[in-house]
C-alpha cells in the first residue's frame, strides 16, 4: 500500500471527526455567549469542565453516525496500513466500503440541514468509493456492496429530488450496515495494538 493512500486515508477521516467534534464545540459555545453578563464566568467555567462528557448529547443522531463510522475507517485504515495491505488487495474493497458509508452520512446530514449542494457533492464520493470497493471486493463483501449500490444506482443528484434522496440514502445506509460488523470483527480479533495508535 502507496504511502499516499495511507495519508489520504487518514487524513479524510481525521477531517470528518474533527468537523462533528467542531460543531458539537460550537453549539456549546453558543449557549455560553448568550449567558448573562453576571453568570457568564460561572457557566463558562462549568462548561469548560463538562465539555468532554456533554459532546454526545450536542451532536445530531447524524453526526453521532457519521462520528462513529468515521472513527471504525480510521482505525481500519491503521489496521491495513500494519498488515502493508495492497492497493488491490480485496481486503481495501472493505475500506472502500466504510469510505461510502462515511460519505452517504455526510449526504444524509447535508439533506437533514436543506445543504443541496453539499449533499450533491458528498454523493459524487459515494459513487467513486463505491465502485472502487466493488472492483476489488469478492464473496460476502461483493455480496453486500452490490446490494448496498442497488439502492442508490439510479438515484443521482440527491438535489433532484432531496425527500426521495433521504429515503434511498437511509436503505443504503442499512444494506452497507455488515461491512461495519465485518470490520469491527476483524479489529476486534486482530493483535495489532490499536488504542495505543489511534490516540495519536
Known amino acids: 500500500m502507496t504511502k499516499n493512500w495511507f495519508q489520504n486515508a487518514l487524513t479524510g477521516c481525521l477531517v470528518v ?7 458539537a464545540a460550537g453549539c456549546s459555545s453558543d449557549e455560553v455567549t448568550t449567558s448573562t453578563a453576571g453568570t457568564s464566568s460561572t457557566q463558562t467555567s462549568t462548561t469548560s469542565g463538562s465539555t468532554t462528557s ?5 451532536l ?15 482505525e481500519f485504515a491503521l489496521y491495513l496500513n500494519g498488515i502493508d495491505a495492497a492497493d488491490d488487495d480485496p481486503v481495501m474493497a472493505l475500506y472502500y466500503g466504510l469510505q461510502a458509508r462515511t460519505h452517504a452520512l455526510t ?8 445543504d ?3 449533499a450533491d457533492a458528498a454523493m459524487l464520493e459515494v459513487y467513486y468509493s463505491l465502485n472502487r470497493g466493488r472492483n476489488l471486493a469478492q464473496g460476502p463483501v461483493a455480496d453486500t456492496l452490490a446490494a448496498a449500490y442497488a439502492t442508490v444506482e439510479t438515484l443521482g ?3 433532484n429530488d432531496p425527500k426521495n434522496a433521504a429515503t434511498v440514502l437511509d436503505r443504503f445506509l442499512e444494506a ?6 465485518q470490520v469491527t470483527a476483524t479489529l476486534s480479533s486482530t493483535t495489532t495494538t490499536l488504542p495505543a495508535t489511534t490516540s495519536t
Open 157 to 159: 443528484a440527491p438535489s
Open 116 to 118: 443541496l449542494e453539499l
Open 176 to 181: 452497507s450496515l455488515p461491512l461495519v460488523d
Open 60 to 74: 445530531s443522531e447524524w453526526d453521532r453516525q457519521l462520528r462513529d463510522n468515521a472513527k471504525v475507517q480510521h
Open 17 to 23: 471527526l474533527v468537523l462533528v467534534l467542531v460543531a
Open 107 to 114: 449526504c444524509r446530514k447535508a439533506l437533514a440541514e436543506d
Open 54 to 58: 456533554t459532546t454526545g448529547s450536542l
